[in-house]
Structures are given as structure tokens and as C-alpha cells.
């Protein structure tokens, strides 16, 4: 007996999946075209709604969204807003500020007054630059804690916000609260594959943080590199350098000893840290493990800033010097901030991060966070104060069976960070960062 077919309205359709769009504005486009392409093409499959900007005559402002008219008939649900918290360089005098009202114009075109234009927003941040979250003297106001406020109390308040490389232990509270997600992304994976890829690191190597701050961020990148490796988690060994600043000359800073040492004679150290700004601190630990015996050098960091320090000596200049004088062998960065004489000198290793920051967008407003959490779960990374990633370093490394996916198995997860805001009392609050 024939079975027979079933009709077309029996049958369930699978909806397809869900569209999204890439929102920026003209100027944060211009600021840096290659990523926010590269987001755009992973994170939407193309599609970019541009908002405009008009200017009057008393300096004010207002940013126009035209596209967002024509969403419901393009099959439009989700936005993805780019944008950048990234100070003044060069001759570009914009402020954090500045860049910072930029996104959050963006995402208050997107209110309705009835219905809502798009169903749900990720703000995706490749450069989010914390460090102005330092609380060290009465009265001093945290911008980072201003920025974060505006985009938890934005009239259409985005449902994720994507960091890439924090900083700062303290960026995750102040943004995951109040039904906004944070999801704090590292670029360690990427790096390491890129430094494999290049012919470094393996089973001698060591890995050093030029500072107490950047020790969580180095243990989890020695980690990621012995996986790839394939090799046992604790092989790859963990150096911390101490770091003095002195509080009348911010931005300066001197070798004074170690925290945690380890012998480097013959051996290749990857000096691992999330940002270089003046880039003194990654050369003065570079110059340190040179005189200790060390056979190679190689200097790994997510932001490129790259500036000009208070004594008008240019990274560049310090890092093209290091290069001549044999003191570094290679330099592995990201392209989460715009580059320029970077890209012409071939010791230096660009990666690109904008698809990855892409494809976790579409990902968390397509699938969730959950899925998210398992697919991506080695790029996934959450800061801790410097102290309690101290005691975390030491427990783990003391363990045989020590893993590095304790930051994966919760994207939004903040319960772990164990005496968040107890500093060391051992270490002064100018040098621990």
C-alpha cells in the first residue's frame, strides 16, 4: 500500500537564519575600514547600514540612520554596532569621548517609538582603552565607568557587548549589569597559531608578563600555545617581571625584579602583555632577559597604540632600535587599532581579528551565548585583579592536571574573579599595573 505524501502545510519550513546588520558610523568607518569590513562580512554577510553626521553652527551634533526604514523588508532583526574607545594619536586629538558618543548615537537611532527597529544589538568594541579605570587618588572619575554608564543606561541599550584584549579587571562590572551581557574576547588563540605558524615556540619556550597586570593574560596565552603544541599545560613555563612606576611620571616605568622567575639561559621568551603604548615596559623586560641568557625574544600584544612618550622618543623609533640592536627577534600584534609604518617592517606579525569579532557577534544573535560559549570557547577570556590572578597562577601550576578552560565554560560568568577590588597590599597601587 502506497504510503502517501504529505501536504506542503504538514511539512515544517526551517525558518532561515537570522539577519543582521552592521551599523557604524561615517567617521568610526574611516577611523579603521579593514576591520569594521571584516566584521561586517563575517557578522552580517556584508550588509551595512551607515549613519551620517550634521554639524551647526554652535558646535553641536545629530547622526542620521537612514536604512533603518527599510529593515522590516529587508528581513532585517539584529544590529551589530562597531565602534571604538580609543584616545587621541598622532594628529588625530579625538577623545575617547568623542569616539565613544559616536557608538551610542548609533544605537539610540535604532529606537522606535513603538516598535523596536531591530529585535536585538551587539556593540562590538575591538579597542575598548581602560586603562583611565585606575581609582589610585580621592576624587579622580573613572572614564572607562562614565562610558560603560551611558551604554547601560542608552535609551536602546544593546543586549551584548563584545571587548576584545581588556585591560582593565574592573571593564567587565561595570558593563555586565542591567540586562547587558559583557563578553570579554581574547586574541591569545589567534597569536599563538600565528607565532606556531611563524616557526616559534615549543617545548623550552617561556613566556613572560612584563608586569603584574598582564599575568592572568600571559598564563592563559602559555596555556593556548601548549595546546597547540600539543603538549602537557604546565610545560610551557610562566615568568612575571616586576614593574615600578614612579606617581609623578605617569607613563614611565623601570625593571625591579621578579615576581615569579624562572631560568631563561638558551632559551625563547614570548613577553606576552594586551596592549603596548610608549612600549617601554616590553623593552625594558626585552633588554632584562637578553642579559639573563636568553637565545630569543619575541614580543606578543593585542593593542598596538604605539605613541610618543613624555620624552618625545617614539615607539617607533624604540622598537626599529631594539630590532638593529639584536635585543628583540620578532613582534606579533593584532590589527584592532589602525597601523601604519607597522605594516612595512617584515619582523613585525599583523593579525587580523575582525573576523573573529564578527563571527562571535553573528554567533551570540543568532544562537546565544550558550552555544557561543562552546564554539568559540577558546577565545573567551575574563580578567581578574592582578592579586587573586596570582593565587589562581600558583594553584594551577602546582597542579599536574591543570587546565586553561576555566574561563570558557561561562561567557558572562564574574563569580570567580575572588577579591576583585582587594588589592595586594604588598605591592604599591602605581606598580601593579
Known amino acids: 500500500m502506497a504510503v502517501p505524501e504529505k501536504s506542503p502545510k504538514s511539512i515544517k519550513e526551517k525558518k532561515p537564519p537570522v539577519s543582521s546588520t552592521t551599523v557604524v558610523d561615517s567617521r568610526t568607518y574611516f577611523y579603521h575600514p579593514s576591520i569594521v569590513d571584516d566584521i561586517c562580512q563575517t557578522g552580517s554577510n556584508g550588509h551595512i547600514s551607515m549613519s551620517s553626521f550634521y554639524f551647526f553652527p554652535d558646535d553641536s ?7 533603518v526604514t527599510k529593515y522590516k523588508s529587508e528581513g532585517i532583526r539584529n544590529a551589530i554596532v562597531v565602534g571604538f574607545v580609543t584616545g587621541p594619536k598622532g594628529e588625530d586629538t579625538t577623545t575617547m569621548a568623542e569616539r565613544a558618543s559616536w557608538f551610542l548615537a548609533n544605537l539610540n537611532s535604532l529606537v522606535h517609538p513603538a516598535k523596536p527597529w531591530v529585535k536585538d544589538i551587539c556593540l562590538t568594541i575591538p579597542h575598548f582603552e581602560a586603562r583611565s579605570d585606575r581609582d589610585a587618588r580621592p576624587g579622580v572619575a573613572s572614564l572607562a565607568q562614565i562610558i560603560a554608564d551611558a551604554i547601560v543606561g542608552a535609551r536602546r541599550k544593546p543586549k551584548y557587548v563584545i571587548t576584545l584584549g581588556d585591560h582593565s579587571h574592573r571593564l567587565h562590572k561595570y558593563i555586565n549589569r542591567e540586562g547587558v551581557h559583557h563578553v570579554a574576547v581574547t586574541a591569545n588563540q589567534l597569536l ?6 611563524n616557526g616559534y615556540g615549543d617545548i623550552s619556550t617561556v613566556v613572560a608578563a612584563p ?23 604546565n610545560t610551557i613555563e610562566l615568568t612575571i617581571v616586576k614593574k615600578e612606576r614612579d606617581p609623578k611620571k605617569l607613563g614611565e616605568s623601570k625593571f625591579a625584579g621578579f615576581i615569579r622567575d624562572v631560568d631563561v639561559t638558551g632559551k625563547t621568551v614570548i613577553i606576552k602583555d594586551d596592549l603596548t603604548d610608549t612600549s617601554g615596559t616590553l623593552l625594558n623586560a626585552a633588554s632584562e632577559f637578553r642579559r639573563k641568557g636568553a637565545k630569543k625574544i619575541i614580543l606578543v600584544t593585542t593593542h598596538a597604540v604605539h605613541s610618543t612618550d613624555k620624552q618625545g622618543v617614539k615607539a617607533k623609533d624604540k622598537i626599529e632600535n631594539a630590532f638593529s640592536e639584536g635585543i628583540i627577534d620578532a613582534y606579533f600584534i593584532t ?18 581579528v575582525g573576523d573573529l569579532l564578527g563571527n562571535i557577534s553573528r554567533s551570540l544573535l543568532e544562537r546565544g551565548s550558550i552555544s557561543t560559549g562552546i564554539k568559540f570557547r577558546d577565545h573567551f577570556f575574563q580578567p581578574k585583579h592582578p592579586a587573586a590572578m596570582l593565587k589562581q597562577i600558583d594553584k594551577k601550576r602546582k597542579s599536574p592536571k591543570a587546565e586553561s578552560d576555566d574561563n570558557s565554560f561561562d ?23
Open 211 to 233: 608586569d603584574i597586570g598582564a599575568a592572568g593574560r600571559a598564563d592563559d596565552f602559555a596555556y593556548k600555545l601548549a595546546k597547540l603544541l600539543n603538549i602537557k599545560p
Open 192 to 197: 599563538a597559531q600565528t607565532l606556531i605558524d
Open 411 to 433: 561567557i558572562f560568568d564574574a563569580s570567580a574573579r575572588e577579591d576583585e577590588d582587594k588589592p595586594d597590599k604588598s605591592i604599591t597601587p602605581m606598580a601593579q599595573f
Open 61 to 67: 551634533w545629530e547622526s542620521e540612520l537612514k536604512d
Open 335 to 352: 590589527d584592532s587599532r589602525p597601523l601604519t609604518w607597522e605594516k612595512d617592517n617584515a619582523q613585525i606579525h599583523i593579525v587580523p
